[in-house]
C-alpha cells in the first residue's frame, strides 16, 4: 500500500515536472518598448518560450498566437501578460478559454482573476472573470483609438480641429506681427481665423 502511494506521488511529480509554460506577446506596430517588456515579465513568469508579434489587435489571424497554442500540450499553461495581448473581444477570448479547457490547458495572465494558481470561490470567481473581460474591452478601445490616430498621423491626415496653414502664411502671420499689425489686421490682410493667427505667433514665440 505504501509503495502504490508513493508511486502515485512518484507518477504526479514526473507530470509537473513535464509540464511547461508558453507565453505570448503581442504589440501594435512598432512599439517595441511594449513588446520587449511584455517578454521580459513572460521569462521573469518561467515561460521557457515566448511567442511574439507585431500585429493589430482586430486581426482575425495571429500566426505567432496560433503557433504558442499548437505547441501546448495536456497540463501546460499559456500565459499572457493582459487578455487584450491575445484577444480583441468577449466571445473571441471565452471561446479559445473553452477550448483550452476542453485539452485540460491553462490560460494565466500576470493581472487579474487568472493570476494566480489557487482556485477560489464561485461566486467570485465570476465576479472576476466579469471584471477582466470588461478591462479588455476597455483596452481593446483604448488601443483601436490609438491605431487611427496612427494610421492618419502616418497618411499626413490632420488629427483633428481646423486644417494647418501653409508654411508661406505661418511666415506672412509672423512678419505681420513683427511690424506692428494687430491680430484682427492680420486676418483682414490674410483671411485666417483670429485662433490659427494666436496658434502661429505663440508657436513662433516658443521657437
Do not use: W
Not at 4 to 30: C, D, P, Q, W
Not at 72 to 88: M, N, P, V
Request: hydrophobic share 30%.
Amino acid at each position: 500500500m505504501t509503495f502504490k502511494f508513493k508511486r502515485k506521488r512518484l507518477l504526479l511529480s514526473e507530470k509537473n515536472k513535464s509540464s511547461k509554460a508558453i507565453g505570448y506577446a503581442r504589440a501594435t506596430h512598432n512599439e517595441y518598448e511594449n513588446l520587449d517588456e511584455q517578454i521580459k515579465f513572460l521569462k521573469e513568469e518561467g515561460c521557457s518560450l515566448v511567442f511574439s508579434e507585431f500585429i493589430s489587435l482586430d486581426e482575425e489571424v495571429k500566426p505567432q498566437f496560433n503557433q504558442a497554442i499548437d505547441c501546448l500540450s495536456k497540463g501546460d499553461q499559456l500565459i499572457i501578460t493582459r487578455l487584450d495581448r491575445a484577444f480583441k473581444n468577449k466571445n473571441e477570448c471565452l471561446r479559445t478559454i473553452n477550448k483550452l479547457i476542453n485539452k485540460d490547458i491553462k490560460l494565466r495572465t500576470l493581472t487579474g482573476f487568472f493570476a494566480t494558481n489557487e482556485s477560489s470561490k464561485s461566486n467570485s470567481s465570476i465576479f472576476k472573470i466579469l471584471y477582466e473581460l470588461d478591462n479588455l474591452e476597455n483596452n481593446s478601445l483604448g488601443e483601436r483609438k490609438k491605431e487611427q490616430l496612427l494610421r492618419r498621423k502616418l497618411s499626413g491626415n490632420n488629427l483633428g480641429g481646423r486644417p494647418k496653414i501653409s508654411t508661406l502664411k505661418e511666415s506672412l502671420v509672423i512678419r505681420l506681427r513683427n511690424e506692428g499689425y494687430s491680430y484682427r489686421s492680420i486676418r483682414s490682410q490674410t483671411g485666417i481665423a483670429l485662433s490659427t493667427i494666436r496658434r502661429v505667433i505663440l508657436e513662433g514665440e516658443l521657437t
